[in-house]
C-alpha cells in the first residue's frame, strides 16, 4: 500500500475509536489468522460485585467480610474491587491492614485487627499448607460451576469462607466474536480465573477454545506457542497481566479502559473498550491494504 493509503486508513481508524501506534501497524493487522482475548474487562465489564458468602461452622459472615474486605481495600484487582465495595457495603467501615502483600494471580496477605489473613484463590491455600473444609469444597465447586469466581478467606490457619463474585459479558462481546469469525479469525480466551468460569464466558459470548488457569506471567508464553505453531497472534488486553503477551503478540490491542502498562504494550488501543472495534481493526486494515473491498 502506499504510504497515503495507510494515513488514510489510520485516520479512518480514529474515527471508529482506533488508535494505531503508526502506519505499519496496518500490515499486521491483516494478516493475524488467532485472536486471544483476556477474560476479565475485556470480554466481561471487569467490574465484579461480591454476590454470596459461605462460612464454616462457627465463622460469622461479619467477621469474614470485615478481614477479607480490610485487605482486599488495598488491592485494586477488580475481584479486590468486588469484596472491598461488598464487604464495606454489609459491615461498614473496614480497619486498616499491615504487612500487606499483593500476590499476582492469586490473591492478598497481610494482618488485620492481629490476625494473620489470607484471601485469594484456591491455590493459595496450598502455600499455606491448608485445605479447605468440605462444606466449604462443596460450595465453591458450585459457585465455579455456575460461572462465578469463588474466593477463599483464612485466618488464624485455617480456610474459614467462601466469597462468589462474578461480572457480566459486555452486551456487545456476542457480537464482536461473531464478526472476528465472520473475518476468518480464531477466538481463543485467555485468563487467570478458573476453568469452570473461563468456560462458562466462553459458552455466553461463543469462544471454543479456553485456555485458562494462566499465571500472569504465563500469559506471554501462551502466545509464543501459539506463533510456535505457525499462528499469526493478535492478542486483546487491558491489565498490567496483559502487557507482556500484549507486546509479544503479532498484534497487541489494549482496551482504552485498560491500564496504562497495557496501552503502552499495544500496537492498538481500542478507545471505548468495545471489542467490536477489534473486527473494525481487521476490517480496515484489509480494506486499507486492498485485501477486500
Ligand atoms: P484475569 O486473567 O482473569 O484478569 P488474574 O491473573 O489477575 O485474572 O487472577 C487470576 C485469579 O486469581 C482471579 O480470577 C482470582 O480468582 C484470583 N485473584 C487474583 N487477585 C486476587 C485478589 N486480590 N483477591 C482475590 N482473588 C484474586
Ligand atoms: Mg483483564
Avoid at 505499519?24 to 474487562?41: F, H, P, S
Avoid at 460461572?147 to 457480566?168: I, P, S, Y
Avoid at 473461563?198 to 479456553?210: L, N, R, S, T, Y
Wanted: net charge negative.
Amino acid at each position: 500500500a502506499t504510504p497515503t493509503a495507510l494515513l488514510v486508513g489510520t485516520g479512518r481508524g480514529a474515527q471508529l475509536g482506533i488508535l494505531i501506534k503508526g502506519p505499519e501497524v496496518l500490515e499486521t493487522t491483516r494478516a493475524v489468522d488467532t485472536i486471544v482475548l483476556d477474560k476479565t474487562g475485556t470480554v466481561t465489564t471487569g467490574r465484579m460485585t461480591l454476590l454470596d458468602v459461605r462460612t464454616a461452622e462457627g465463622v460469622s459472615e461479619a467477621e469474614a467480610l470485615r478481614l477479607a474486605g480490610a485487605l482486599e481495600h488495598a488491592s485494586e484487582h477488580p475481584v479486590a474491587r468486588a469484596v472491598a465495595a461488598g464487604a464495606a457495603e454489609r459491615v461498614g467501615e473496614l480497619p486498616s491492614p499491615t504487612d500487606f502483600a499483593n500476590l499476582p494471580g492469586l490473591g492478598v496477605q497481610g494482618m488485620v485487627d492481629g490476625h494473620a489473613v489470607l484471601v485469594g484463590r484456591e491455590k493459595l491455600l496450598a502455600e499455606w499448607a491448608l485445605t479447605l473444609p468440605e462444606e466449604l469444597a462443596r460450595a465453591l465447586r458450585a459457585a465455579e460451576a455456575a460461572g462465578r469466581t469463588a474466593v477463599v478467606v483464612a485466618w488464624d490457619g485455617a480456610a474459614r469462607a467462601v466469597l462468589e463474585v462474578a461480572d457480566a459479558v459486555k452486551e456487545t462481546s456476542p457480537e464482536a466474536i461473531r464478526r472476528l469469525r465472520a473475518l476468518g479469525l480464531t477466538p481463543i480466551l485467555l485468563t487467570g480465573d478458573n476453568k469452570a468460569v473461563a468456560e462458562a464466558v466462553a459458552a455466553e459470548v461463543g469462544i471454543a477454545e479456553v485456555i485458562a488457569e494462566v499465571m500472569p506471567q504465563d500469559k506471554v508464553d501462551v502466545v509464543k506457542r501459539l506463533q510456535a505453531e505457525g499462528r499469526s497472534v493478535a492478542m486483546v488486553g487491558d491489565g498490567v497481566n496483559d502487557a507482556a503477551a500484549l507486546a509479544q503478540a503479532d498484534l497487541g490491542l489494549a482496551m482504552g479502559t485498560g491500564t496504562d502498562a497495557a496501552i503502552e504494550a499495544g500496537d492498538l488501543t481500542l478507545v471505548r473498550g468495545d471489542l467490536r472495534a477489534a473486527a473494525d481493526a481487521i476490517r480496515l486494515s484489509r480494506r486499507t491494504l486492498g485485501t477486500i473491498k
